[in-house]
């Protein structure tokens, strides 16, 4: 837990040197405003960069979300529940420098609770690269990483 806060507060000031000092003259209501930056293994950033996301979405006994859904962004579209919310929260993601995809590291301490039978897999394209992650509520660990792709993934409202 403390080497991954201590690398992610490494990454954060190595990215914060990265910005030009023209860039950082710029300011806004709330002062300075680095320029969009992309994330390595992540791509360019929302709405920039090169192919269009197009995931599958399957989802079964999350109850009413149950099914299997194609989500599309840059440009939206696809038969997904809420489309603009899905590639919303990608995208916020993707601005945070985070991984929505990557799996539950080995060596996590995790609470044990249960959070139902929900399953869930995303296959596709995201960011220029291919995706295949898996996802239940079978542990804390688990569960937050659902309740972080709500809405790509339903709410079980537990």
Known sequence: MLRRTALA????????????????AQSGPAG???????????GAGPGLGGA?????????????????????????????????????????????????????????????????DATARIEGTWRGRSVDASFTRTDGCRISQWDRLVPVLPSTGS
């Open 52 to 116: 269009q996301d197009r995931l599958t979405v399957t989802v079964r006994e999350a109850g009413a979300g149950d099914g299997t859904y194609e989500l599309r962004c840059r440009p939206s579209g696809g038969d997904h529940p809420d489309v603009r919310g899905a590639c919303g929260r990608l995208a916020e993601l993707a601005v945070d420098g985070q991984d929505p995809f990557a799996p539950v590291p080995r060596d996590a301490m995790c609470t044990m609770q249960y959070g139902g």
């Open 32 to 42: 300075p405003v680095p320029p969009p930056i992309g994330v390595p293994g992540l």
């Open 9 to 24: 507060l490494a990454a954060t000031a190595a990215l914060l040197g990265a910005v030009p000092l023209a860039a950082q």
